[in-house]
């Protein structure tokens, strides 16, 4: 008569580290700040001119790991344009529109639910049925934000931001097929396009830029600093990390914490104004785009917004 070995108890995945716990939660404080950074800093300067400025910083830290070769350049020209001057300019124009940070960063996580979308248009990738309920949950909530009579003020700003958040989706999903460029090397790629692009742009579109400059605090220079080195390069850097260590639905989820960060700075130090309506449009909004996160477990955090 034999006996049954014991039954094996179901492999669970590793919980998360401390040091992996740190490096979420300082993303999630550094995009958030982030977004209230933009607000500030585009009330003093022009918006095409603060993206110059945000990548000439960027640029510095990141003109090194630029280097040859480069393939897949094709794909690669599409994300350089379209994620940096394109999606950067949209969203510095869409702060610079705004009386408030809080729908604008509510509105900037529909790349997420963009992002299904697109693949499923683009690359033919299965769209489930809970990420489409998502998507659809994201877009009324979004909706029903900015039909708040105070939130409605700022529709423009919201509709800008929405294709920023579009832009960036696109960006995404090519970002899928690009897999043999290093992270560091992308982002130093798509910063010295956005520098003289949004420079550009801001010559020929803007006036005022010297008397800006001069009239800048140190708080709105600490603003550029903030989006240059801690966005575009360290959070950026800690992404990559942890998406190494763990599949990107392990991470992603955690991301979306990044607005409740903006509304909160928002509320408490820019003047935002929150009512119940912004509220759950804002939460009905987070909600969507949670489902669709936790659906699509395929998403590259590496993708997310910087």
Request: net charge positive.
């Amino acid at each position: 008569m034999t006996t049954q070995a014991p039954a094996r108890p179901p492999v669970r995945p590793h919980a998360l580290t401390l040091l992996e716990i740190a490096a979420i939660v300082a993303i999630i404080i550094i995009w958030g700040v982030n977004n209230a950074a933009a607000k500030v800093a585009t009330e003093v300067l022009p918006p095409m001119f603060t993206g110059a400025l945000r990548f000439a910083i960027a640029s510095v830290c990141l003109v090194w790991f630029v280097r040859p070769p480069f393939p897949n350049w094709k794909s690669l020209l599409i994300i350089v344009l379209v994620g940096g001057p394109i999606h950067y300019g949209l969203i510095y124009l869409a702060f610079w529109l705004a009386n408030d940070v809080s729908p604008v960063s509510v509105a900037a996580q529909l790349w997420i639910p963009f992002t299904a979308l697109f693949a499923f248009l683009l690359l033919g990738e299965k769209l489930s049925r809970a990420a489409l309920s998502g998507l659809i949950i994201a877009f009324v909530g979004v909706a029903w934000m900015t039909a708040d009579p105070h939130a409605l003020e700022d529709w423009k700003a919201i509709l800008v931001v929405i294709g920023a958040s579009a832009a960036w989706a696109i960006t995404t999903v090519i970002a899928r097929r690009t897999t043999s460029i290093p992270p560091l090397k992308m982002q130093g790629l798509l910063a010295l396009v956005a520098l003289p692009t949004l420079a550009f742009a801001s010559a020929f579109t803007e006036t005022g830029q010297v008397d800006a400059v001069r009239q800048a605090t140190p708080l709105i220079w600490m603003c550029m600093a903030w989006a240059g080195v801690l966005s575009s390069v360290l959070a950026t850097s800690l992404v990559f990390w942890l998406v190494q260590r763990r599949e990107a639905g392990r991470v992603t989820p955690y991301f979306l914490a990044t607005p409740v960060v903006s509304v909160l700075i928002g509320w408490l130090f820019v003047g935002d104004v929150l009512t119940i309506q912004i509220l759950t449009g804002a939460a009905l909004t987070m909600g969507g785009v949670a489902v669709v996160a936790l659906a699509e477990r395929g998403l590259r955090a590496g993708a997310a917004k910087a």
